[in-house]
């Protein structure tokens, strides 16, 4: 029985399309890689588009680190409408004029939506209750409640503001922890302010290091196979570490080698001929391998 020859390992920075699930994505790329190793760093919902980040090969053990990086997005809320997905997507349950909601009450609802709070998903999250999840229970007309959880907005900004009847329309920039639901957000905007809200539009603009300036969409992808190799997207997204022969040499055998000062975290280690050798974080002074990438 013979082994499989490994591909080329990198990532694909992908500006998704709308109506496009991530799995979706994902799909198509391992059509395109030749591969099953595949996986992406980070759900978008099919609404929305933009910054979609998948590890090919190897890379796939990258994907769990990068996935708790910041994120950045823009975005439309309407406000005098509530949703039973909290975006364009759901049922409107609830409307109220938004007619007189000013610029001084928006302000200081996005402001109290900024920085650590406590966020409750949105009930059509992939978050799981009792192994099924969320948007499954809420399919099957299941009345249930989801626990807050912490997350910090670094920055919640309107960029314009428009009237449309008894709506208001938001454009918005967010930039945000991992786990932050920009619907959540544009929920409860709409809830602290008595008239309801939900989300119409969503691009993510940003994951950690990979904006869409590095993006392809996917006909550019179906022309030329573009990926970013894995030594150049983990230099990109850890602090990194240039270690010796020696330390190369115990490290790629998976030893705990005693470490020099490095930033908390995962750390990207290379060895002198600039090839990835792992992850690793500092635990009692010494190399805690996250992740190996040794031949």
């Not at 099953?36 to 910054?51: C, E, N, S």
């Not at 999840?133 to 009345?143: I, L, N």
């Not at 993006?215 to 240039?242: G, K, N, V, Y």
Request: with cysteine.
């Amino acid at each position: 029985m013979t082994s499989r020859k490994e591909g080329p390992s990198g990532l694909v920075i992908v500006d998704k399309p709308g109506g496009l699930t991530s799995h979706g994505v994902v799909s198509r790329l391992r059509r395109l890689a030749g591969t099953r190793r595949v996986g992406h760093a980070g759900t978008l919902d099919p609404m929305a588009t933009g910054v979609l980040v998948i590890g090919v090969e190897k890379a796939t053990r990258l994907l769990g680190h990068l996935a708790l990086t910041e994120k950045e997005y823009t975005a439309t809320i309407r406000l005098g409408q509530a949703t039973v997905t909290d975006d364009a997507e759901g049922e409107v349950t609830e409307t109220a004029s938004a007619a007189g909601v000013t610029r001084e009450a928006v302000d200081a609802g996005i402001a109290a939506l900024t920085g650590p709070i406590q966020q409750v998903p949105s009930k059509v999250s992939a978050i799981k209750v009792g192994g099924v999840r969320s948007y499954t229970r809420v399919r099957e007309g299941e009345e249930f409640e989801l626990p807050a959880r912490p997350v910090t907005v670094s920055s919640f900004t309107v960029q314009d503001l428009r009237a449309e009847g008894d709506t208001l329309d938001l454009d918005v920039t967010v930039v945000c922890s991992s786990g932050t639901y920009i619907r959540a957000l544009a929920r409860d905007l709409g809830a602290g302010l008595g008239v309801g809200g939900h989300l119409t539009a969503l691009r993510r603009t940003r994951v950690g290091p990979y904006t869409l300036s590095a993006a392809h969409t996917l006909p550019q992808l179906e022309e030329t196979f573009a990926f970013l190799p894995i030594a150049e997207a983990a230099a990109a997204a850890f602090p990194r570490w240039d270690a010796d022969a020696d330390q190369s040499r115990l490290l790629a055998h998976g030893v705990r080698i005693t470490l020099p000062p490095l930033p908390p975290g995962p750390n990207a280690v290379f060895d002198p001929d600039g090839r990835l050798l792992a992850l690793v974080e500092e635990h009692a002074g010494q190399a805690k391998i996250l992740a190996g990438f040794a031949p």
